[in-house]
């Protein structure tokens, strides 16, 4: 909270609002991973909402899947699951090698989680042009498209924010030991994507 | 400890800085939280006049039975309108936006707000998107009520009902952005001297209200997206045609919407709780209870939601679990309210505008208090549920409680805001009007709901048209209050007396620098003294207080 | 002479107490009581009212006594008191309002029981409770018509049933409410009764199955301070007896579309042998009804717009014509919904 002041109360508003913006974040500790996660948090408060909601409509209906709904295909989300969760495990990767100023290991590690992504986003493409029902076809339809639908548009989002750090970091930017928010923040994002379709795995599919 | 005994009002002219900020930096991406708070509070101020506008539109509708003034349909769109621009529009943009924005830095020792271009993005959300709602009105407006209840959402007024929805998405992401900035501004931007128990009450409030921003605010992004697959894309999520549950999105929205009152009506706690000590000189009443108070409304905010839904077709045990719950959110504030009470009792109250104002707060605020704990009981919420008697009393706490409180906090900030006085003749006649005004519109309207009167329509039983021309004329009251308030601020905001950077000698941070703020807040870091409350004299005993 | 403050204050405590409770019982703000439902009700709320009132003046008498008492005078210097909070009187204003907050809660509990709030036929685990089977056709056909989403059977029945008194027992009078935009229809499957008003016998146990075919509406009686969302797909049911022969308003209570507020009819409240008399009329028409609906359905009324059709049946079940226009205008194919229901 340091940081020499004195003779900014002269300089007129936009040379100020513009000292402000380039070393906004070297006057106080840096809060955007805490921001990131209070985030996150209201994030998890939508799908938690759209998971009580899936659970309602559950649990008010007499019958769940309705009846005439084809059985979901397990084989398919099942590698999913397992592609996606394998790529928590590979970012994490990512952040140790930046830690080591691995820059090369950060490119190889976040390349190889967002291809991981694509796929992903690829069999839950294919799985969706598969299925025997439609967003209409009744209420266990609807939530299943759009419940997975919004958490695939979570990944999209996951993807190109790893897909954008890699590119500053090919551009010779300025990831380094001191200097990861990005890859960091890319990672707490790809985990808490991560989490969400567990959960969405286990009440779409298990249950 | 005590803070010096000067005559609040005694203005001493050297210490005047005033900062040639030009009028263009408030049309700009600024990323100053002060620039930001004036912004949010401009921004507010104009849709909370087009939303009074429409207030008296509905009101000299209700003046006589008939659906005379404007179609029933027009005359739904009207009050849906109304709903949802003083609550999206104008509180929450005035009271976390406005007030949060400006004061929370300062009062903290900041420099500025923790992401202050994120601060600026939330903030730049508003504006356009109250313009698109405000087109919505000329392009088949929503007509379901800002509740928007399914199914009746989705077959009337489609084009307006999107761009409720879309509009709502985006006010709500607004406010998601800003409860991240002031819960880590909070948290983590105070000066190192200052401790948790050393912040003012204000910042207490704050944390409150942005944990429920946080929490609450994105389960209704949830039921909005569900809602708008039913009108866009024919699912069935909350249709029964196709066998949707309507009951499902009103358990979302109110899992939003409740917490939302509070997300309302905290900050301005907050508010009170400031002003009243520096009027009165004396220390806040039990510092720790109202600190914590705020925290335990903020939770129990969160359990009470079904309690608008008395009648939705609830289970008993679910109705009486909500009615307990909602009941007991009395005991904090009650809390809050007698700790205001007893810091006046014994004071040396200096009765300006803000302390009028803040008076004026607890005065309705209680009415609006006792009517709820009422409504919390099922059997009489089940006869009340839905009429005049839930108008009457939201708006009690609304206009009653938020609008008082804004009115409480401007009056006290401007000297601080602007660097000079605003006039006290021409606030107080503002404060009359609006409370009389105010009591003269809602009062009857108690008494409208237990006789028979349900909210929400155009044509009405011709027994209630007397009291509703009551209220229909306090409404007109209410209107013309606001010009003195709006000629008063402009006029003195530019030629007003010059106040001195601390003209109520008040001890917490954002009064210990230059009036109005210099760019980066403070020249040189504070360093706490004293507490926020440190006032008093201590020689009286407590011998007054026995006698309470 | 000063009279010691402790007089004082036990003096403005009596009076308080007296002007609460008297103000309690005689605010007449609530209109007139028709069943023992509602008496209790008022007695919660003259509970409440009591002790509102006693808070109130508190409230307000501390603000005004303070803006007087410790008014600054002009000229004068110096701060209040130095006092930062008082533990046992904060405990003090903690615990009375829990106690009663709790004092409300249970009183509410035991009234809510009373009314019938618990009875478990009427706690969502009983589909289509007390609807007679066989003679139902009516409500069959209540059930199955137009939009009304149809197959699978939903958990119904929610709203405030039985009075414990009577749990278990049929209603002496089912009616089958429907309700939509803009009005209501009762039929009684028993007698085999359609009607645009509610007629009901004074002391017999009444249970209103209701519906809504369109958008949720809600049931009001303020006179029996009943209330009760109809919700479409869902039965919710309305259980009462009235003690008062009497017209009462029957009124929706839920922002249903642009003619909500003229959504309005009554609730009769006969003496037993008006109700005979009542009943021997309506079949009587009921009879020539089926007739002009037999004549109608030959007509194919398919063919006709909605508003057409039901000209002749609207003025009969009290349906105002402009809400028959503007049904047609909402486009609803409602012609052989309300023909079931006649029929």
């Not at chain 3, 919710?236 to 009819?265: D, I």
Request: charged share 10%; with cysteine.
């Amino acid at each position: 909270m340091q940081g020499s002041v004195s003779d900014q109360t002269q300089i007129n508003i936009e040379s100020a609002s513009e000292s402000h913006d380039s070393h906004g974040h070297h006057e106080h500790p840096d809060f955007r991973i805490f921001g990131l996660i209070v985030f996150l948090v209201a994030e998890g408060m939508i799908f938690l909402g759209l998971f009580i909601a899936y659970l309602a409509f559950r649990s008010m209906a007499p019958e769940w899947p309705p009846a005439g709904t084809p059985k979901l295909e397990l084989m398919l989300p099942g590698i999913n699951t397992v592609i996606l969760l394998g790529s928590s495990l590979v970012i994490h990767q990512a952040d140790t090698a930046i830690k080591k100023n691995d820059v090369k290991g950060l490119q190889l590690w976040f390349g190889l989680t967002a291809l991981m992504g694509i796929i992903f986003l690829g069999g839950q493409l294919y799985e969706y042009s598969h299925l025997e029902f439609g967003l209409r076809t009744n209420l266990f339809a609807s939530t299943f498209y759009v419940l997975t639908g919004f958490h695939g548009l979570h990944v999209t989002v996951g993807v190109l924010l790893i897909l954008s750090v890699l590119w500053r970091s090919m551009k010779g930017e300025h990831y380094g030991t001191n200097n990861h928010f990005g890859v960091e923040a890319a990672e707490i994002y790809w985990h808490f994507v991560d989490v969400i379709w567990v959960i969405l795995f286990i009440l779409l599919y298990l249950l | 400890m005590t803070a010096e005994l000067l005559i609040p009002n005694q203005t001493s002219e050297d210490d005047v800085v005033i900062h040639h900020r030009t009028w263009k930096d408030y049309f700009t991406f600024s990323t100053d939280h002060k620039v930001i708070g004036i912004q949010y509070f401009v921004t507010g101020f104009i849709f909370y006049i087009i939303g009074g506008l429409l207030a008296e539109g509905i009101r000299t509708e209700l003046a006589t039975p008939d659906a005379d003034l404007v179609d029933p349909s027009t005359y739904n769109s009207m009050f849906t309108m109304h709903g949802t621009i003083m609550i999206f529009l104008w509180i929450v943009p005035a009271g976390t936006g406005a007030f949060a924005n400006y004061l929370l830095p300062l009062m903290i020792g900041a420099r500025d707000m923790a992401f202050p271009k994120l601060n600026a993005v939330a903030f730049w959300i508003i504006p356009p998107t109250g313009l698109l709602l405000i087109l919505s009105f000329f392009l088949g407006p929503a007509q379901a009520g800002w509740t928007s209840y399914p199914p009746l959402s989705l077959l009337t007024g489609k084009v307006g009902e999107g761009i409720w929805i879309v509009t709502l998405l985006l006010l709500g992401t607004s406010s998601i952005l800003g409860g991240i900035n002031f819960f880590t501004t909070i948290l983590k931007m105070r000066i190192p001297s200052m401790s948790m128990m050393q912040m003012p009450l204000f910042c207490w409030a704050m944390l409150a209200t942005s944990m429920l921003m946080l929490i609450a605010t994105p389960v209704l992004a949830g039921a909005l997206i569900l809602l708008s697959f039913d009108l866009i894309a024919g699912t069935a999520f909350f249709n029964p045609v196709g066998g949707g549950e309507p009951v499902v999105y009103q358990h979302m929205f109110w899992f939003y919407s409740h917490p939302a009152v509070y997300i309302m009506v905290l900050p301005f706690f907050g508010v009170i709780s400031e002003v009243i000590p520096v009027h009165c000189r004396k220390p806040i009443f039990g510092y720790a209870a109202i600190a914590y108070s705020s925290m335990v409304i903020s939770f129990l905010g969160l359990i009470v939601w079904a309690h608008h839904m008395f009648t939705s077709g609830t289970p008993p045990w679910l109705r009486m679990f909500f009615m307990i719950t909602t009941m007991v959110i009395a005991v904090p504030t009650g809390i809050k309210i007698f700790g205001w009470l007893a810091t006046m009792w014994g004071g040396k109250i200096n009765l300006n505008t803000p302390m009028l104002f803040a008076m004026g707060f607890i005065s309705t605020f209680v009415i609006g208090g006792i009517t709820g704990v009422m409504l919390a009981a099922v059997p009489f919420d089940i006869h009340v549920h839905d009429t005049y008697f839930v108008v009457a009393h939201l708006h009690y706490v609304l206009f009653g409680g938020s609008v008082f409180g804004i009115y409480t906090g401007i009056y006290h900030w401007f000297p601080k805001v602007t660097g000079r006085h605003i006039d006290e003749t021409w606030g107080k006649i503002h404060f009359v009007l609006t409370y009389v005004g105010f009591n003269v519109t809602f009062l009857p309207m108690h008494v409208l709901g237990l006789q028979g009167m349900p909210r929400r329509i155009a044509m009405y039983a011709p027994e209630f048209q007397g009291l509703n021309q009551v209220c229909t004329y306090g409404s007109y009251v209410l209107a013309i209050s606001t010009v003195p308030f709006l000629v008063n601020a402009i006029y003195c905001a530019y030629k007003g007396k010059p106040a001195g950077s601390n003209p109520w000698n008040a001890l917490t941070l954002d009064w210990q620098t230059t009036s109005p703020p210099e760019i980066e807040n403070f020249e040189v870091l504070p360093v706490l003294k004293t507490g926020p409350y440190d006032y008093g004299d201590s020689e009286e005993e407590e011998k007054e207080l026995t006698a309470v | 002479m000063n009279i010691p403050s402790s007089i004082t204050t036990l003096l403005l405590g009596i009076g308080l107490t007296l002007v609460s409770l008297w103000y309690g019982q005689n605010h007449g703000l609530m209109p007139v009581a028709a069943s023992e439902g509602a008496t209790h009700i008022d007695s919660l709320f003259n509970a409440m009212m009591t002790i509102s009132t006693g808070l109130f003046i508190i409230v307000q008498g501390v603000i005004v006594y303070c803006a007087i008492k410790f008014r600054r005078k002009p000229g004068e210097l110096g701060d209040g008191a130095a006092i930062e909070g008082n533990v046992p009187l904060e405990i003090l204003w903690t615990a009375i309002p829990a106690a009663i907050v709790l004092w409300i809660s249970i009183y509410s509990f035991e009234i809510y029981n009373e009314m019938g709030g618990f009875d478990p036929s009427a706690d969502g685990m009983h589909a289509m409770h007390g609807m007679p089977a066989g003679k139902g056709s009516a409500m069959a056909a209540t059930m199955d018509m137009g939009d009304v989403p149809k197959g699978s059977p939903r958990i119904s029945a929610l709203g405030v049933g039985a009075s414990p008194a009577n749990q278990g027992k049929a209603a002496a009078v089912n009616v089958n409410v429907l309700g939509l935009q803009y009005a209501w229809i009762f039929t009684y499957p028993e007698i085999n009764i359609t009607s645009g008003e509610l007629h009901v016998p004074v002391g017999k146990e009444v249970q209103l199955n209701m519906n809504a075919q369109d958008v949720i509406h809600a049931v009001w009686i303020p006179q029996l301070r009943l209330k009760q969302d109809v919700i479409p797909g869902t039965e919710t049911q309305l259980r009462f007896t009235t003690n008062k022969v009497g017209t009462y308003p029957l009124r929706c209570a839920e922002l249903c579309g642009g003619y909500h507020g003229s959504m309005v009819t009554q609730m009769i409240v006969h003496t037993p042998e008006e109700y005979d008399t009542w009943i021997a009329s309506q079949q009587q028409s009921a009879q020539a009804q089926a007739e002009i609906v037999k004549q109608t359905i030959a007509m194919n009324p398919a063919n006709l717009s909605p508003a057409k059709y039901l000209a002749p049946y609207a003025n009969e079940m009290g349906v105002k014509p402009e809400m028959v226009e503007h049904l047609h205008h909402q486009g609803m194919e409602m012609g052989g919904s309300i023909a079931s229901v006649i029929k």
